[in-house]
Structure formats: structure tokens, C-alpha cells
């Protein structure tokens, strides 16, 4: 089992910045990718940006530019740094983890970043 803990969302003016993180624990081995989603109302959940076990990520085109996810691997933690903030980046920000040869997908509960105009 992994548990995902997400922190660091909040309420931000447009243009400003906030970094999120995820502390994972538990079976924290033969991880795959480890990453960050949203989803806002009335919308589905979506890829926001992916860490790749071997150093790989991957972004969605929205956010490209303008957040960067990174990992601490001694803190068994990953970052999401978001820059320049939109309005449209508003929404709930899940962690999530596929270990395993099955990729067994693991998710946080959460983290609300709310961005005004």
C-alpha cells in the first residue's frame, strides 16, 4: 500500500505562484510514475505533469511553461511548482502513483488551488 499526503494549495491572485507537495509512504518501491492531476467542477480529472521513474516528465500543454514537477527522492516526496497561475488552473490537485508490474494506481485525497482573477 502507499499513502499519498498532498500539501500546499491555497487561494492565489492570478500571476502569483504555489508549490504543492505529496509525501508518499508505505510500499514505496518498484514505483513507476509519479505524478500530478486535477480536476475542476464539472470537468474530468485530467494529467497536469508526470515523473517518470528514470527522470523522465511529461506535462500537459495548459501548463507547460509554467509549473515544473520535481522529487525528492530522500524525503520520498514530489513537488509541483506553479508559476504564473491562471483562473482556469483552478481546481482540486490529486497526487497519484503507479507501482508494481501491474501499475497499481494509488491517489491523494486532494488539494484545492484556487486562483483569482
Known amino acids: 500500500q502507499v499513502q499519498l499526503v498532498e500539501s500546499g494549495g491555497g487561494l492565489v491572485q492570478a500571476g502569483g505562484s504555489l508549490r504543492l507537495s505529496c509525501a508518499a509512504s508505505?510500499?514505496?518501491?518498484?514505483?513507476?510514475?509519479m505524478g500530478w492531476y486535477r480536476q475542476a467542477p464539472g470537468k474530468q480529472r485530467e494529467l497536469v505533469a508526470v515523473?517518470?521513474?528514470?527522470?523522465?516528465?511529461n506535462y500537459a500543454d495548459s501548463v507547460k511553461g509554467r509549473f515544473t514537477i520535481s522529487r525528492d527522492s530522500a524525503k520520498n516526496t514530489v513537488y509541483l511548482q506553479m508559476n504564473s497561475l491562471k483562473p482556469e488552473d483552478t481546481a482540486v490537485y490529486y497526487c497519484?502513483?503507479?507501482?508494481?508490474?501491474?501499475?497499481?494506481?494509488?491517489w491523494g485525497q486532494g488539494t484545492q488551488v484556487t486562483v483569482s482573477s
Open positions: 497519484k502513483v503507479d507501482r508494481g508490474p501491474y501499475y497499481t494506481a494509488y
Open positions: 508505505g510500499s514505496i518501491f518498484n514505483v513507476n510514475a
Open positions: 515523473f517518470i521513474n528514470g527522470g523522465r516528465t
